[in-house]
């Protein structure tokens, strides 16, 4: 026997008795939602997989086909979204699952969540790809994604991932001389270490984080800013082992959505990127941030060397201005879209997700105790920007000449990506005008 059940609606739960005999309880808090298949409605929601012990933070996606809606039940009730499902010209959907970002978990929450719900919103027909190393989804964006844009097929891409996917398609289609037809549509379940582009986003909550904006979202335009950087300069490859050239042309750019930086930031992300450090998950940037603020040889922080130049709007005219930064000393130094760098790191408070303002956040040498105090008001809402050693600004453009000697304090990211520039060499930061990608949020 396997008709439908008969639910009641206690206390936001959901009680139930199995055709078995048993009884069972759901928490409003895991439905991830509630199809229509009249008569009848389906409960989906997450149940924490048993393998994992009660600590465990992994979860599966279940179904219960249930008689009649309950009032309380009803704001659950979801369509599925045309992204996904179109009758007309149904949307090209594409899932890639990225084996090695964060803790790899990817793997696992296709597997009991997102291959699931596909089934159960009867989505069959999508393309299926795990990563085999760095360059599988920058390979994917030029031999499928930018040949269907520029063909006007209507995409969606799933990226179980950290901001390092997404950022591989951004560059693909930036860099290329094709027009774009129709813009894909781009869902992110973050699955990596920071995911700053879904915690901004607001994708950071629930019990698998994304999966709630993947059937309820709406496409916005992405932002993007350009770095164009001095013609010596190289990616930083191989856990920093190798260097490898920018791009094929004569532009030195690399293409961004969430920050570009210098000093203190960019320097724990290019020190944390190993396998050692990545098993730490998150952790990880605390842990190289501490080792650079406290040198093992005993020695104060490092003082970043360079000329920092900002250029502004002003009045209605919106007229350009530059003005040059008076410290050629700096500890921190960076240029953001997006408001979040982590769940709780709020770098930028004042950004508002996918708007396409850029803000500079600065500021100079201190000490170790100084800096981490920075560092925790970041995380207590944003309050390091009130604070008058603090230089936070919009910006169209930022621009660094350096002044290092060593190769290891010229090290610059850009989301993710560490590129080191040449000596005496420099980088422009700068918004683009173009939008070529949708984000789902």
């Keep these: 026997m396997s008709g439908p059940l008969t639910v009641d609606i206690v206390d ?13 309880v759901i928490d409003f808090n895991d439905i991830l939602c509630v199809l229509s298949n009249p008569p009848t409605y389906s409960v989906l929601f997450f149940q924490k997989t048993e393998l994992g012990g009660p600590k465990s933070e992994d979860f599966s996606l279940k179904k219960i ?16 979204p045309s992204y996904l499902r179109n009758e007309d010209e149904p949307p090209i959907a594409q899932v890639v699952v ?12 296709f597997e009991d969540v997102v291959r699931p719900l596909f089934t159960y919103i009867g989505l069959e027909n999508y393309e299926l790809y795990e990563t085999q190393s760095a360059q599988t989804i920058i390979e994917l964006a030029r031999s499928k994604f930018l040949e269907r844009a520029h063909n006007s097929v209507p ?30 549509n781009i869902v992110l379940i973050p699955c990596g270490t920071g995911n700053a582009m879904a915690s901004s986003i607001g ?35 191989d856990e920093g082992r190798q260097r490898a050239d920018i791009d094929t042309d004569v ?46 040889d005993g020695t104060p922080p490092h003082e970043f060397k360079g000329k920092i130049t900002l250029t502004t709007l002003n009045g209605p005219n919106e007229a350009r201005s530059q003005e040059a930064v008076e410290e050629l000393e700096h500890m ?28 500079f956040i600065r500021f100079g040498p201190m ?74 949020n």
């Excluded at 990225?98 to 929450?109: Q, R």
């Excluded at 969606?156 to 001389?177: A, H, N, Q």
């Excluded at 105790?369 to 453009?397: I, N, S």
Aim: net charge negative; with cysteine.
């Design 12 to 24: 936001s739960t959901v009680k139930y008795t199995s055709h078995a005999g048993a009884e069972y």
């Design 65 to 80: 086909d249930i008689e009649s809606l309950p009032a309380e039940l009803s704001s659950f009730v979801t369509k599925v």
């Design 98 to 109: 990225s084996t090695g970002s964060g803790t790899g978990k990817a793997k696992i929450v």
């Design 155 to 184: 995409q969606t891409i799933i990226l179980l991932s950290g901001d390092g996917g997404l950022i591989d398609i951004l560059e693909i289609f930036y860099k290329s001389k094709k027009t774009i037809g129709v813009s894909p």
């Design 203 to 237: 994708l950071r909550s629930g019990s698998v984080p994304g999966l709630s904006t993947l059937l309820r979202g709406s496409p916005s335009s992405i932002p993007v800013f350009a770095a164009k950087f001095s013609p010596g300069s190289r990616l930083v490859i």
């Design 251 to 296: 532009h030195h750019t690399i293409y961004g959505a969430v920050v570009a930086s210098w000093g203190l930031h960019a320097a724990l992300v290019a020190d944390s990127d190993t396998f050692e450090y990545r098993k730490f998950g998150v952790d990880r940037f605390k842990m190289a941030a501490n080792e650079l603020l406290n040198p093992s």
């Design 332 to 359: 921190y130094a960076l240029a953001t879209l997006v408001p979040r760098l982590e769940k709780d790191f709020l770098i930028s408070p004042d950004s508002v997700p996918l708007d396409g303002q850029m803000r």
């Design 367 to 440: 000490s170790a105790e100084d800096a981490m105090q920075l560092m925790t008001l970041a995380y207590q809402g944003g309050r390091h920007v009130m604070e008058d050693t603090v230089t936070y600004a919009d910006t169209e453009q930022v621009r660094i000449d350096f002044q290092e000697d060593e190769e290891r304090w010229r090290r610059v990211c850009i989301d993710g990506k560490i590129v080191a520039v040449e000596k005496d060499g420099w980088v422009e930061i700068r918004k683009e005008p173009s939008r070529l990608l949708n984000l789902i």
